[in-house]
């Protein structure tokens, strides 16, 4: 069995050699206190971008308004004005916490770029798929139970939460239209759910781009029949995040499905 397990491991390895290898080459600019924060800025703007021009569109092209879940698209001047909000909460507070928890990893040698230095290898395929998803169970459970509260102590809800319901109709750049407090908490969300699975240094940049897209994707206001909730049912998808935008209650995992339906918060889409 262990042969099997280590076999389909050489197998895979060399479909993320390749990546690995070119990530580990640019260990130096990775080593920049601010790195992974602008990675996560930008990959937000460039995903959102991309619905945006489905937005623009959308008017001159009638199948991609069948998809639309609501009928009004953001305009591009509402979009921008979304984008200097996002923008200046990165620069005042974002930004400089990135940079304090870049500096704490490397005192305390747990850098990600230490660790790909000591990482010669890229975990296979499936490892790194494993890894990956387990992240996102992890990070979907911190997060359930932080938004659950939120919504149940109005207090909180006012303070922290609140901003970011200023969309009720939400699009793809408002995944991140939110108080500066709670940008920095999902940041470091994600950050203590990839240490709490403890996966290789490729895991970890891969399962910050997926969660980055499926939190774009979860406000986008479309559902393609190619979502990755139409493909995997555990997924909940903008449809579902859709509903919790529009009755500010219910339906409070960002991705799965079976928390809301274990505790009785799933909202029907």
Known sequence: MLDGVVS???????????????????????????????????????????????????????????????GKPVTVRDWFRCLARISWKYALCVLPVSACIGFTQTRSGFAQHERAAAAATAPSLLVACLECFSCLLV?????????YTMHRIPWLFRIFHQPHHMNRHPFALAAQDSSITELVSQQLLAVWSTVLVGCHPLSEILFHLLNIWLAVEDHCGYDFPWAL???????????????HHQRVTGNYAPYFTHWDLIFGTAINT
Request: proline share 7%; glycine share 6%.
């Open 139 to 147: 990070f979907d459970t911190f997060f359930f139970v932080a938004h």
């Open 229 to 243: 909730h139409r493909l995997l049912p555990c997924f909940g998808g903008a449809p579902f995040h859709q509903a």
């Open 8 to 70: 389909l491991s050489a197998c895979d390895a060399p479909l993320l050699q390749p990546v690995w290898d070119g990530i580990r080459e640019r260990s130096g600019v990775r080593a920049a206190p601010l790195w992974s924060a602008c990675l996560a800025f930008s990959a937000h703007v460039l995903f959102s971008t991309l619905f945006l021009g489905l937005d623009v569109l959308g008017s001159r092209v009638p199948w991609i308004s069948r998809y639309r879940i609501h």
